[in-house]
């Protein structure tokens, strides 16, 4: 297992001194958060500056979308009876929904809880992701000021590594999506949202940034 280096969530401390987590999660106790050193943004392309609220803004909403996609799949593949020990559907649903309240807390300029959200999302939907998928986006939010530039490339490594193994988990269910309706509703949830993270990681890349449709309007916010 893989430590993130910060916990500023007591919900992931409750987490982590459960079970087989617990020698992980005392080393945290006594350690409180501080904000790394300041670090500089750049420019996306020549000319043009990116500044940290519409990054916010655009991180935010494909997370959000693709939370809402996973928690979708995770609401069918349960009622479906394909909450399996290995690829617990209820596992991705925890993980979809704090990872949906973390976009949530992006776009709501609440950008200091988004980086303990992210740890929870990480270590409750393991088995449909690693750990260290997250590690990127959540040193995203461990600075004094949010999304450093130097940090870009981690974030959009972690936006390619979880697509990776979400596509991965999802391919589990390719046969049962060809014969029952339910699950293939599933499965094409589950490929949405890593056609969705695979396009967020490009929003570091030069030529990369474009702010996506507001899920939360065109979706509806959700419970």
Known sequence: ??????????????????GPCWQAGKAFLGQPWQPRARCSHVSLAAGEEMSSSNLLLALGRGLWAAGDDLLEASQILVIGGMDTRDLPARALSN??????NSADMMLDDDWESVMGEL????????????????????????YGEPVPSCEWSAASKSLRDMATTVERAAERFKGEA?????IAIAYARLQKAVAIFIRSSMLFKPGGFRIPDDPRTSRGERG
């Open 1 to 18: 297992m893989v430590v993130l280096r910060h916990v500023r969530s007591r919900a992931l401390l409750a987490l982590l001194l459960s």
């Open 95 to 100: 993980g979809a929904m704090s990872l949906r």
């Open 119 to 142: 740890e929870v999302a990480a270590v409750s939907g393991l088995g449909w992701w690693e750990d260290r998928d997250f590690q990127g986006l959540v040193d995203l939010f461990s």
């Open 178 to 182: 060809e014969t029952s309706p339910s």
